[in-house]
T-cell receptor
């Protein structure tokens, strides 16, 4: 079974631009979560999508948004990029039955550099 | 709200020596506990998890962890480490019934030959 894939793996943008990151979950998984990893703040939860609906949201500004498609693939978008948005963005998928007994499987991440 | 404290940011050990990575958590509700490992330039991989039952949890690659409710701890141990265990280790908690993981700051494990 293929794992979680994220594209692109690396991205360089300039301040003020916007960016879209993509995540394809493991086949059959319906829940997709996004995390931001930075040296200063560590790993922080952005949001979770299940069946095309945002089910949970972290404490990030509205510039960070996401969506999920009917095939469970998910995208996250960051508008008006700031230098502090430079980070590794990780996507995780799980079956999505709503219990935490299920394991979350992480992708390799997209490394975003904002100049 | 939940929070996680990993008491050591870096732990250097010699190959074949035992290691313990410490994790304390805070929560007003029952939680699930996890340890993840991140190898360089990779995503996170689940090592083990505590949901309920026996407080000693065994995971992959020879790791184990013990849940101590009175001390709100979930320390990770391995009796004999290998060079290949060099990585960053993250302790995480989740409120029961939620997918959101709250992570500690991570512990970088360095194995010296």
């Amino acid at each position: 079974k293929a794992g979680v894939t994220q594209t692109p793996r690396y991205l360089i943008k300039t301040r003020g631009q916007q960016v879209t990151l993509s995540c394809s979950p493991i086949s059959g998984h319906r829940s997709v979560s996004w995390y931001q990893q930075t040296p200063g703040q560590g790993l922080q939860f952005l949001f979770e999508y299940f069946s095309e609906t945002q089910r949970n949201k972290g404490n990030f500004p509205g510039r960070f948004s996401g969506r999920q498609f009917s095939n469970s693939r998910s995208e996250m978008n960051v508008s008006t990029l700031e230098l502090g948005d430079s980070a590794l963005y990780l996507c995780a998928s799980s079956a999505g039955t709503g219990t935490v007994q299920e394991t979350q499987y992480f992708g390799p991440g997209t490394r975003l550099l904002v100049l | 709200a939940q929070s996680v404290t990993q008491l050591d940011s870096q732990v250097p050990v010699f190959e074949e020596a035992p290691v313990e990575l410490r994790c304390n958590y805070s929560s007003s509700v029952s939680v699930y506990l996890f340890w993840y490992v991140q190898y360089p330039n990779q995503g996170l991989q689940l090592l083990l998890k505590y949901l309920s039952g026996s407080t000693l949890v065994k995971g992959i690659n020879g790791f184990e962890a013990e849940f101590n409710k009175s001390q709100t701890s979930f320390h990770l141990r391995k009796p004999s480490v290998h060079i290949s265990d060099t990585a960053e280790y993250f302790c995480a908690v989740s409120k029961r019934g939620a997918q959101k993981l709250v992570f500690g700051q991570g512990t970088r494990l360095t194995i010296n030959p």
